[in-house]
């Protein structure tokens, strides 16, 4: 598969740790079609690399994350055009969203509409001190496109995703923690370093058993409990037949690190 030429983002592997980055500062990053397109083929690309085991998101500079979408772009969008950027977002946040590694938003400052939405689609979010998000759609006279308000309602107290989405105004970072929509918060000059050093504890542990864990707390808010269970068992069995689960079970015995190869 030929890789795609990237202009609006930069995209990085370190070791077991893929880095893409929305590089638009002069519009705050700000997605456009061209960039959701980007976005998207560089989260296939990290999926697709069996030497990544996670991803970290972030936007260039220290303003924003990812400022919402384009407006310039969508203003004189019509009803096909619209469908097709939103089936192109949901697309993006989808495939964060269910890749079986683990994905970290670091939110650098503005996370509003679209960006609030990515940033939703990711396992957890870092941010910074000066953090902003929301999903102020309403403004615009439109609403969330890419799967946002659906998850906001899976990831904080419905009245607090109600009130975000109906009445369009942003919050600051030490409410989005307040209300468990970040996971914790930095200063600016140590986010990053915060987000990598999680991403690298990360990467040491079994990626079959992080893959499996992520899979099963996604498909398990959508089913009874009694039914999450047995597919928990069911794969915890599994697991039992992996070299994974050998070598880091005699590394605990043996008192030493595990060597996990995936398989």
Known sequence: MEKMEYKNVLYAVEGPVAMLTVNRPHRLNA?????????????????????????????????????????????????????????????????????????????????????????VACDFAYAAEHAELGMPEVNLGIIPGFGGSQRLLRRIPAGMAREMVLAGEAIIAQEALRVGLVNRIYASDKLMAAAQETAILISSKGPLAVARAKDLMRAGLDMPLDAANTLERESFAGLFATNDQTEGMQAFLQKREPQFKGN
């Not at 972030?58 to 990812?66: A, E, H, Y």
């Not at 697309?91 to 509409?113: Q, W």
């Open 31 to 119: 997605v456009n079609t061209a960039t959701l397109q980007e976005l998207l083929a560089a989260a296939r690309e990290a999926k697709a690399d069996d030497s990544v085991r996670v991803l970290i998101l972030t936007g260039s500079g220290d303003r924003s994350f990812i400022a919402g979408a384009d407006v310039k772009e969508m203003v004189e969008n019509d009803y096909l055009q619209a469908l097709a950027f939103a089936k192109l977002g949901q697309r993006l946040c989808s495939t964060l969203e269910e890749m079986a590694k683990p994905v970290i938003a670091v939110i650098n400052g503005y996370a509003l509409g679209a960006g609030c939405e990515i940033a």
